[in-house]
């Protein structure tokens, strides 16, 4: 590998401007609360451009062998970021989390690749893009109903737990999908939380107002509850 000044700063350049798009990148996940945040992205980049770095030069062609193939190990950097991202992916009950992120992922290893070419204008344009398609893309969605279903996080009291029935009668006959249930009972009071799939169009003030009319329950709190 050639050692001189110039050299050096180029390589150093390849690196930094890799985990500063990471990091652009994993800022938005680190945002909504995702593990694989800003840190992850960000040495997922810059492993991919220090692996891409070093099949260029790192391994330079003895006298008498066979001509190496820098490609060798991106195409193993492709491979391998699979096992990470699935990693991300988990599922709760029918609903299936962390598919953003697990491409995300892949994304940003491409970008680590880029960098480490010296391919500057494929890294910015691919993080740019990939930033839009993780924040203002997924808004738009969520404005236009065109996601599957927006998802909150409802709080409900209930004075006696046999109450619930009447929750899931609610849900049910407005095409609510119930994600997941926790519950624990403090003083005389059974305190549930719901993680709830709305069907397109919303539906809030429909469900609360039948909701609020079931004897025994009182609804605390709802918000909307960040997926992918």
Known sequence: ??????????????????ALFGAVIGVEREFHGHQ?????????????????????????????????????IAAQIVTGIGFLGAGAIVKFGSNVRGLTTAASLWVVAAVGLAAGTGSY?????????????????????????????????????????????????VLLSNRVEIISVQSQKANDAHSMDLELRLPRGGLDHK???ELGRLSDVEVETITAAEEA
């Open 121 to 169: 204008f494929v890294a910015a344009v691919a993080t740019g893009l990939a930033v839009l398609s993780l924040w203002p893309v997924h808004r738009l969605l969520a404005k236009l109903e065109l996601s599957g279903g927006r998802v909150v996080h409802l709080r409900l009291s209930l004075r006696k737990l046999e109450s619930f029935a009447g929750v899931s009668q």
């Open 207 to 209: 469900v609360l107002s």
């Open 1 to 18: 590998m050639p050692t001189d000044l110039q050299f050096q700063l180029d390589i150093s350049t390849r690196l930094l401007v890799a």
């Open 36 to 72: 694989a945040g800003m840190r992850t992205h960000m040495l997922v980049s810059l492993g991919s451009a220090a692996f891409t770095i070093l099949s260029m030069y790192g391994f330079p062609q003895v006298a008498g062998s066979g001509s190496t193939d820098p490609s060798r």
